[in-house]
């Protein structure tokens, strides 16, 4: 069965400029999560889709937007570019929530998307 | 507000035990424990869902103790494979749905032979 897929791997933008970073989940999962990880920061929750609705949003500024489309694949944009966006961006999916007693399941994360902003 | 993971880092031998600490200021529904090696994606290795709770995985178990809202993780007789970067992420009680996990900085861990 194949990982989640997350395109592309790596990615270098200037300040000011927008990118729009791919996810193609499991297959049967349908919901997609999104986190920033930083060596400053760890990992910070960045939103979560399921069934092309966005279910939670984390503290980012508004620059920071996602979709999910009907085949369950997600993006995420980053737009007006800052230095500090520079990070690998992640990517992760679950099944379908309420199977289990955890809100958030078990997250199956993609290698992620390397973003350097110059 | 992140958890608070100690230690920042730990160099162990091989055969050797460790401990890591995730510990948060808010009442918690569940910890998560993920492992995540050098250029590659973190792995999912338990959740913690009822205070007191203790699950295993292979040599790594850990425990859950709701009136501290703090996780431990223990591995037992380290093996080089366990070398790489322990995350615990949390959910609280503040959301109505799923919130996301908050995840701690990090727990560097190295395994000397």
């Known amino acids: 069965k194949a990982g989640v897929t997350q395109t592309p791997r790596y990615l270098i933008k200037t300040r000011g400029q927008q990118v729009t970073l791919s996810c193609s989940p499991i297959?049967?999962?349908?919901?997609v999560s999104w986190y920033q990880q930083t060596p400053g920061q760890g990992l910070q929750f960045l939103f979560e889709?399921?069934?092309?609705?966005?279910?939670n949003k984390g503290n980012f500024p508004g620059r920071f937007s996602g979709r999910q489309f009907s085949n369950s694949r997600s993006e995420m944009n980053v737009s007006t570019l800052e230095l500090g966006d520079s990070a690998l961006y992640l990517c992760?999916?679950?099944?379908?929530?309420?199977?289990?007693?955890?809100?958030?399941?078990?997250?199956?994360f993609g290698e992620g998307s390397r973003l350097t902003v110059l | 507000q992140q958890p608070v993971q100690s230690p920042q880092a730990v160099i162990l031998r091989e055969g050797e035990d460790a401990v890591i600490n995730c510990s948060s200021s808010?009442?918690?529904?569940?910890v998560h424990w993920y492992r995540q090696k050098h250029g590659e994606a973190p792995v999912f290795l338990m959740i913690?869902?009822?205070?007191?709770e203790q699950k295993g995985h292979e040599k790594i178990s850990a425990s859950f103790n709701e009136k501290k809202q703090q996780s431990s993780l223990y591995l037992t007789a380290s093996q080089l494979s366990y070398s790489g970067t322990y995350f615990c992420?949390?959910?609280?009680?503040?959301?109505?749905?799923?919130?996301?996990?908050?995840f701690g900085k990090g727990t560097h861990l190295i395994i000397q032979p």
């Open positions: 992760a999916s679950t099944p379908s929530v309420g199977q289990i007693a955890s809100r958030t399941g078990e997250l199956f």
């Open positions: 297959s049967g999962h349908r919901s």
């Open positions: 889709y399921f069934s092309e609705t966005q279910r």
């Open positions: 808010k009442a918690l529904y569940s």
């Open positions: 913690l869902l009822k205070g007191g």
């Open positions: 992420g949390t959910e609280d009680y503040s959301g109505g749905g799923a919130d996301g996990l908050t």
